[in-house]
């Protein structure tokens, strides 16, 4: 994530060049015969100048020679021993990239605020920037609770699950921008509880899963409530995730995200996902939300928005909902390579329908 805002060092291009393999001319001169006066390659400068009635020939990403205003492209023109037939117009500036087209030296390019992807790099590469201030990554506290977790290198009793919050959480920690910490889990007690997310407000970010439900032994609330916390929200009406605690103590935001797996997947892209990107510097996080077309019917009980299991084509042209079987069924959040976002009052769909999708 960019911490700095970025200036060309020069001008870009730094001076006219050609766009096309071909004759630099003057745009007056043709149509016509000209007189092939010399060469100029990628890397070279020509010494000379494009009088009338004479062309150079040009090959791509060479500078345009003094005098010259255009080029046609080789295609165009045939070429008889010292002399080169045009027989088209050019405009003034065909095939030329003028110089400060693309960006004129000191004005800024990239602002601060925004994560470096794959031409972020080529343009610092471009203007010479091999070192560049950005974000500390964000710390992220991840706190599993709950009596029934194991390990997951251990073999759960019947009445026992592995941990696949602090793992899933961990994964979209990291792609966010953020440092995963995973902590050991919180059993359902308060001292446990409180132990644990004492040390996790010492992190940037804290995210619990699970024991924010209603339950008699769902205390997560209660121990933030008794550290000071301020909740700006512990409720969202989509399914799954209606549980979901949104707050701030020690001076450190954290997230009760509920601990059904699905629940936690969907709450943590649409809500704590942009709170690590923030954490980490972004200026404008955003969701990848895409529309497309269902391939069969569709119908759901109105009230709350869902974000259920799907398949998307390769082309994003076509989705499919996952049949699923609750907010906890991981196989089928496996399955799905994106979620379908289904409005909270509209009731049905037919096939072909546009609806929105968000990616995985
Ligand atoms: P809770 O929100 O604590 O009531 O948890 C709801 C359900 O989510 C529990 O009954 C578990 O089945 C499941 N669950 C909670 N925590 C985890 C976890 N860390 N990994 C996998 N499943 C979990
Ligand atoms: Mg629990």
Redesign the pocket.
């Known amino acids: 994530m960019l911490a700095e805002s970025v200036a060309a060092d020069r001008d870009y291009p730094p001076m006219a060049r050609s766009a096309r393999d071909g004759f630099a001319v003057r745009a007056s001169d043709v149509p016509g015969e000209l007189q092939v006066i010399g060469e100029v390659r990628a890397g070279e400068k020509f010494s000379g100048e494009v009088g009338v009635g004479d062309a150079v020939e040009i090959m791509t990403g060479a500078p345009i020679p003094p005098g010259a205003d255009a080029v046609v492209m080789v295609e165009h023109v045939t070429v008889n021993g010292s002399s080169v037939n045009v027989p088209r117009t050019l405009r003034s500036g065909e095939n030329v990239s003028p110089q400060g087209s693309e960006a004129r030296g000191g004005e800024t390019l990239l602002d601060p605020g925004r994560r470096l992807g794959f031409a972020d790099v080529a343009l610092l590469a471009t203007i010479g920037r091999s070192r560049v201030s950005v974000f500390r990554k964000p710390q992220v506290a991840i706190l599993?609770?709950?009596d029934?977790?194991v390990d997951v290198d251990e073999t759960p009793a019947s009445h026992q699950?592995?941990?696949?919050?602090?793992q899933s959480i961990a994964v979209q920690v990291a792609r966010a921008g953020g440092c995963p910490r995973i902590l050991p889990v919180a059993r359902d007690n308060y001292a446990s509880t409180r132990e644990l997310v004492e040390v996790g407000l010492r992190y940037d970010l804290l995210l619990l899963?699970?024991?924010?439900?209603a339950?008699k032994y769902?205390i997560v609330e209660r121990v933030l409530a008794d550290l000071g916390a301020e909740f700006f929200f512990d409720r969202v009406l989509i399914q799954p995730g209606q549980p979901l605690v949104f707050g701030k103590a020690r001076d450190k935001f954290f997230f009760g995200l509920?601990?059904?797996?699905a629940s936690t997947m969907v709450t943590f892209e649409i809500f704590a996902r942009a709170a690590v990107e923030i954490l980490g510097g972004e200026k404008e996080p955003m969701l990848p939300l895409l529309w497309s077309k269902l391939t069969g019917e569709f119908r759901h009980k109105t009230g709350l928005m869902r974000f259920l299991p799907a398949r998307v084509s390769a082309d994003g042209a076509e989705v499919s909902p996952i049949r699923w079987h609750g907010s906890?069924d991981v196989p089928s959040q496996a399955r799905a390579n994106a979620f379908l976002v289904v409005e909270a009052d509209r009731e049905s769909w037919a096939a072909g329908d546009s609806i929105r999708v968000l990616m995985k």
Do not use: K, L
């Open positions: 599993a609770t709950g029934e977790i699950i592995r941990n696949s919050n602090s899963s699970g024991g924010v439900s339950g769902d509920p601990g059904n797996p906890g």
